[in-house]
Each structure stands twice: as C-alpha cells, then as structure tokens.
C-alpha cells in the first residue's frame, strides 16, 4: 500500500453525501447566456437551435447516468431528477453535481456544430447545484415551479420582443408598455395589436422539454424524431396530473 505521511490530508475532506431515499436534483444553467446568446446571435426571444442543443447535451447526460429517471429544461437550463434510492458516488452531492455539469458542458460544446452554422467565439459554461427533496409532491412542485418559470418568462419575453420588433417600440418603451401588467394583459397586446394567438406559439417555447426514457421496442420508423434509442423528448404539460399518469416515472 502506498502509504506516505502526507496521507493524513485526505481527512480534511468532508463528507458530502445525500440523504438517503431522497429525490436528488442536479440543475445546470448557463453561466452568463445573456452575454453569450448575443455573441452567438440567438434568435430572440426563443432560438431552437440553441433549445435543441440543450436538450442534446441533456440526452448525453442521461445516456452516462443510467440513475437519472427524468430531465426537464427550459431557457439555459436543465433540471436532471435521479431515482430517490440509487446510490452511484454513495450519492455524493459534488460527484453527481460536478459530473453532471461537466459532460453537460462538454456535449454542449461536442455538438455545437451540428446546430450552428457560426463558430463558438468563447468557451461556454454551466454552474450546478444540488437540491433534495424529500417527498414525491415537492419534487412534482420543484419540477412545476421550473415550468411555470418557463411560461412566465416566455409570456413576457414573447410580448417584449413583438413590441419592439414588429410594434418598433425601443427596449425601454417596451420595458414600460409592459411594466405593471398581467398574464391576460400580455396576451391581449399579443392579440389584438398583432394578431398573435400566444396558445398557438410552440409548445417547445412554451413548455419547455422534458426527457424521459422509453425501453419499448420502436421499428426504425418510429424512432426517427428521438433523442436517442431510448429517449424521448417531449414538449408537454408536467404540472397537471396527465403527463405523471401516463409515464408513471415517480412511483
Ligand atoms: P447567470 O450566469 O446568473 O445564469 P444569465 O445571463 O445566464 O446569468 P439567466 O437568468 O440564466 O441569466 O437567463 C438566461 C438568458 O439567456 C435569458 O434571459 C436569455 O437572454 C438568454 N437565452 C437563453 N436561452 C436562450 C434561447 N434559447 N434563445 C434566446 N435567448 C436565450
Ligand atoms: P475516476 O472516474 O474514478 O476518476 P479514472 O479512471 O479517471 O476513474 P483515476 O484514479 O482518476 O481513475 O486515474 C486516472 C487514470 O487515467 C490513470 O490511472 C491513467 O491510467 C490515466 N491517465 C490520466 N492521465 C494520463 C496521462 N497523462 N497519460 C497516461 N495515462 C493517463
Ligand atoms: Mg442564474
Ligand atoms: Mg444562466
Ligand atoms: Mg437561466
Ligand atoms: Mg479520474
């Protein structure tokens, strides 16, 4: 055995393992994207590309994590939920936390081109944090919280961005036209001054994706459109009860 005198260093290290029976959730979000999705001349207020690169790179993450029974991303970026009884790493926070980001980022980066026609000009990265949730319910509010951030965000950036490009109000204009109103206000400046049907926007915007996986044999056909063999991305509800009944991935 290796033993030298300076072992003793590895003492100072801290324990950092999860609760067990916990449902542990690694979020990853882009770190400065507001800077980045300018350089990079993100379509605003949604650009697909950079969503369907996300959601790549998500893909990724599941594929090396077994564990991870459900992914759910929006804007810059993705929630990945892992089984409440695995115990990969002894479930250490940093491991999972660290991996999660780092292959996240490095997949991301791997298959930029193949959603890019520009080059990347800066090395982009993502922060993590670990949250645990004890209950089944906290962690559907958790994941329900995320969605209805998306459609709250997506409402507001969606009316920000026709004022100013199709209603040529400036930024601060727009700012202001919007400062102060609701949910129903929004989708009637939509409506009624562009002819804008907020429902009708895609889902993809609106909703954000969810990952799930989906062992079922699929004939060549069926699996065109997938993420990968057995992933499935999906721009559905996940607040109501719909979704959980019918993928039955939390019991
Ligand atoms: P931080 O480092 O604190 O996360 P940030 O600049 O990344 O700072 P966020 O709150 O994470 O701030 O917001 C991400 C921003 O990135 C959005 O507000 C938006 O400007 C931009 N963005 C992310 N994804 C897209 C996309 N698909 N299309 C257009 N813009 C996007
Ligand atoms: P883990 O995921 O647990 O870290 P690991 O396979 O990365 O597993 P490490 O203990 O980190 O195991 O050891 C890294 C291994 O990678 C080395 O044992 C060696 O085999 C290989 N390796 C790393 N850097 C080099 C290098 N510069 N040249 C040759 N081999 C290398
Ligand atoms: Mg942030
Ligand atoms: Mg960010
Ligand atoms: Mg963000
Ligand atoms: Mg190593």
Known sequence: MANSKFEYVRNFE???RCLPNTWIVVRVDGRGFHKFSEKHEF?????????????KAAGRVMTEFKEICLAYGQSDEFSFV????????????????????SIFTSAFVFHWPQFFD????????????????PSTQNLRDYLSWRQADCHINNLYNTAFWTLVLKGNLTNAEAEKRLC????????????????INYNNEPQLFRKGTVLVRDKKKKSEEELEGRLTKDILALNEDIIGDAFWNNHKILD
């Open 82 to 101: 892992f089984k409440r009884d695995m115990d990969l790493h002894k479930r250490r926070a940093s491991k999972l936390m660290t991996s999660v980001a």
């Open 43 to 55: 379509a605003k207020p949604n650009d697909k590309r950079s969503l369907d690169l996300m959601g």
């Open 180 to 195: 102060g109103t609701f949910a129903n206000d929004k989708n009637e400046i939509l409506f009624s001054e562009f002819g």
């Open 118 to 133: 520009i080059p990347l000009k800066y090395p982009p990265s993502f922060d993590g944090r670990v949250v645990l949730y």
């Open 14 to 16: 801290t324990d950092d």
